[in-house]
Each structure stands twice: as C-alpha cells, then as structure tokens.
C-alpha cells in the first residue's frame, strides 16, 4: 500500500493533531491532494518521513513500517483495532502490546460446524428407523463467553435440517448453556451441557446437571444431573456417576460407575451400571478394550463388552491425513443408554461388528464413512441390523 493511502485511512480513523505544524517534507508540494493529510500526521508525531526531508509518499510500504505507524497511532488514542489485528505480529516484535484489543477479541469466540450426512438401513435398521435411508444436515454454532479468569460461559444454536422426505423438516434449538469453570484446582461444569460417558459406549448426549473432576495423574470425575430429552421423550430421571481415570506409559484406562432412576428402555426401572476400559498405543496404532455390567437383566444378559482396534485419524488441520478403525460391540440393553455410534441397532441389547475410515479432504473438511452389522441379542426373526453412514463435517 502507497503511503499517501494510508494516511487518508488513519486519518478516518480519529488520527488527529492539537496543533498544525509547516509540513517538513520537501517531496510533498502544498498542491498535493496528501498535503493537509501529512502535515496532520507530521504535527501529531505520527509519521517521520526517512531522516532526509523526504517523505516518500508514491513508495510501497513495508509491513513492519506500517507496523510502526498503527503503533504511533494507537499510542495517540487512534481506533485502529483492526490494523492491530492485522499486524499484531509485527507489533509484538516492536514491544507493542495490544492489551484492550486482546480483551475484546477474547471476550466472546464463535465457532461452528457444518454436518451433511446420508445413511442406509436394511433388515431390522430399516424396520426400526421407519425408512431404508436418511439424509440430514446439522449445523452447529457454538458461543464462549469471558466471564473472568476462571469461568466462562458456554452455549450452542442447533439447526436440523431433514431431507429424507418432502415435508422441509427443519428444527433449531438453544442446544446447551452452560458455566465451566475452577474454584482452586477444582474444575466445574454447570447448566445443559454435553456429557460423552465411557467412550460414548454408554452415554454420548446432552444433561442438566452438574460436574466436578480433580486431579492430574489420577482423575477423579463426579456428575449429578438429569439425562436431557430426545425428540421430545425422555431418557430417564437423576442420575449420578463418578469416573476414575489415568495413564500409565502408553496405556489409558477408566472406570466408571453410574445410577439412573426410571430408565425409560427398561420400563421405568432403574439401573446401575459398572465400566472398565482401557487403551494401548503404539505409535499411530491403537487397540481397546472395555467391559459393561448393568444389574438389570433384559433377555438374561446384562454383562457386556467392546473390543476395538485403529489407525491414526484424520486432523482438520493437515490435509491428506486419515484413518481406521473396527469395532466388536456385545452389548446388554441396561449397559446402552445413548449410544455414540451411527448404527441403528435394537432397544433390547445388540451385538456385531463396526468399521470405518476418514479422511481429511481440505482444511477443516473430513469426510467420514462408516458400516455396522449388528444383531439383535435374542432369537427374533429379521434381527440383523445394518447401516451405511457417511457424512462430511465442516468446521470453522
């Protein structure tokens, strides 16, 4: 950018001048249409020229002088926010802090996805989803707010956008709300936010309750709460859980134990529920392993398990980078209450198998695709339950 440019855009910007002074360049003649311009900028200590009379308007700025004039400027009360988001680089070098940008900037951040999906069913999928196929687009806009040092608020706008029929299905929602936050080296959460239970194999969905975890080497996690709806029904009543986690080298493992009251897949009873988990890595490549019991038997089952095995994984921010994985799911119905997996599978306890792959197409685009075969865990006629999914996630 031309330096004459520049000025006219300081000058919009409340760059002003308690007393005009001669201009001290002999390169800007008083005709020029910058005159008025550079002399302002000269009486407020704005702009110096090159240390020999010359200003040299028509020449191309570099960064790092511009740099110095946004510095000047805002030492002078100019609002030049944006110019300091621009070079905010170049006035770091320079021993500038941009502290009352930085606290606008931070005070509230907005991100976003965007998830268009298509999924199809057959045998006891299709039955239970009432079609063979589905075709979805979710977006998700997701707010934090500052509140201070140690808290802020959290919320998230959901819109569903259904195109597995002509009906223009559409429905938006204030999705969660919430305050996370420490007191000491306690770390809270509180309000509607998303709770992911036992690596989803147990609960991947929404509450309204309360969480407090603690710890570094060995974690320690307790959430007392009410499980959210679901189109309009309800999962269940209170529920309380506590979590005990940790790694050791390359191994994770976690265990949890929860209680719900009046499980509404069990009829109404109410379940208690034991996990154990735990995951090996070895370089990219991992495998895991996790056990389920619920005290609620449905079918004469309720023990349970899930093995699995992967590579790597796709990352939004490296282009080209991927990954796979397989599942083996053996679950009891009192040991599944909101499963994280795209695979339709039945009410009363499931097992069989599930694989998938994604990968990352451009920044910030993953491509996912994904298929289950699964049985229902009594002897029922059609009981094989199978899905195709695959969606395209963006995010921003």
């Known amino acids: 950018m031309k330096k004459t440019l520049v ?41 110096d020229g090159y240390g020999n009379g010359r200003f040299g308007g028509d020449r191309l700025m570099t960064r790092y002088e511009m740099a110095q004039i946004v510095a000047r400027a805002m030492a002078k009360g100019a609002n030049v926010d944006r110019l300091a988001a621009e070079f905010a680089g170049e006035l770091d070098s320079l021993g500038v ?72 299905d559409e429905k938006t929602e204030f999705q969660r709300a919430f305050l996370e936050g420490r007191i000491g080296d306690i770390r809270l959460t509180l309000g509607r936010y998303h709770s992911f239970v036992a690596d989803g194999n147990l609960y991947d969905h929404r509450v309204d309750g309360m969480k407090m975890a603690f710890g570094k080497d060995l974690k320690s996690e307790l959430e007392y709460g009410k499980l959210a709806y679901v189109d309009g029904g ?55 392993a996790m056990y389920l019991k619920s005290d609620v038997e449905v079918a004469d089952k309720d023990n349970g398990y899930v093995f699995g095995v992967g590579y790597a994984g796709a990352k939004q921010n490296e282009v080209g980078s991927w990954g796979v994985w397989s599942k083996y799911y053996n679950q009891p119905a009192g040991a599944d209450i909101m499963h994280t997996m795209a695979g339709v599978h039945p009410e009363t306890g499931f097992k069989g198998w599930g694989f998938g792959t ?21 002897d029922v006629p059609d009981n094989k339950y199978n899905t195709w999914w695959t969606h395209l996630m963006i995010l921003f």
């Open 7 to 47: 000025l006219s855009v300081l000058l919009a910007l409340g760059v002003s001048a308690t007393a005009v002074a001669a201009n001290p360049f002999s390169d800007v003649p008083a005709g020029h249409w910058s005159y008025a311009a550079v002399e302002k900028l000269a009486a407020a200590g704005i702009i």
């Open 234 to 288: 309800k999962l269940g009543d209170k529920f309380y859980r506590f979590t005990l986690s940790g790694t050791t080298g390359a191994w994770e493992w976690e265990s949890n134990y929860i209680h719900i009251d009046n499980l509404l897949k069990l009829q109404g009873q109410d379940d208690k529920i034991w996990t154990l988990g735990t995951k090996a890595r070895l370089g990219k490549a991992y495998a895991s």
């Open 97 to 168: 802090r941009v502290a009352a940008l930085e606290e606008k900037t931070d005070q509230v951040k907005i991100t976003g996805q965007i998830r268009t999906s298509y999924a199809a069913y057959s045998g006891g999928a299709a039955r239970m989803f009432g079609s063979n196929h589905s075709g979805v687009m979710r977006s998700r806009l997701f707010f934090t707010g500052k509140v201070n040092d140690n808290w802020n608020y959290q919320g998230a706008l959901q819109n569903i956008q259904n195109f597995t029929n002509d009906a223009g």
């Open 358 to 378: 994604d990968y990352t197409v451009a920044k910030n685009m993953i491509l996912d695709m994904e298929y289950y075969a699964l049985k229902d865990q009594q």
